[in-house]
Nanobody, 115 residues
Framework: VQLQACGGGSAQTGGSLRLSCAAS????????IGWFRQVSGKEREGVSC????????HYLESVKGRFTISRDNSRKTVYLQMNSLKPEDTAVYYC?????????WGMGTLVTVSS
């Protein structure tokens, strides 16, 4: 099983980036998926998640209305559309897939937002 995230980079305040996470070796439609982020020296925090059962979504309060999580099961890819970016969104972002105790993480992708 492998999750490969990409799409990170640099953006200015107010800009947009779209992160992608390609999954291999698992049935993505059977998994709950999520995006997490971590700033050096701080704990990893959940940004957004989507249920594997009903595609219900949840967002960190600070990103509500700005970020959108989605999945394309045919492409086995998870996305995080990030709009109206703020400097405090700067972090390494990780994708995650979890189901029945199976918990998989992708390598992080760095997002840097400058003011």
């Amino acid at each position: 099983v492998q999750l490969q995230a990409c799409g990170g980079g640099s953006a200015q305040t107010g800009g947009s980036l779209r992160l992608s996470c390609a999954a291999s070796g698992l049935r993505l439609d059977q998994y709950s998926i999520g995006w997490f982020r971590q700033v050096s020296g701080k704990e990893r925090e959940g940004v957004s998640c989507m249920s594997g059962s009903d595609d219900g979504t949840h967002y960190l309060e600070s990103v509500k209305g700005r970020f959108t999580i989605s999945r394309d099961n045919s492409r086995k890819t998870v996305y995080l559309q990030m709009n109206s970016l703020k400097p405090e969104d700067t972090a390494v972002y990780y994708c995650n897939a979890i189901r029945s105790g199976n918990d998989y993480w992708g390598m992080g992708t760095l997002v840097t937002v400058s003011s």
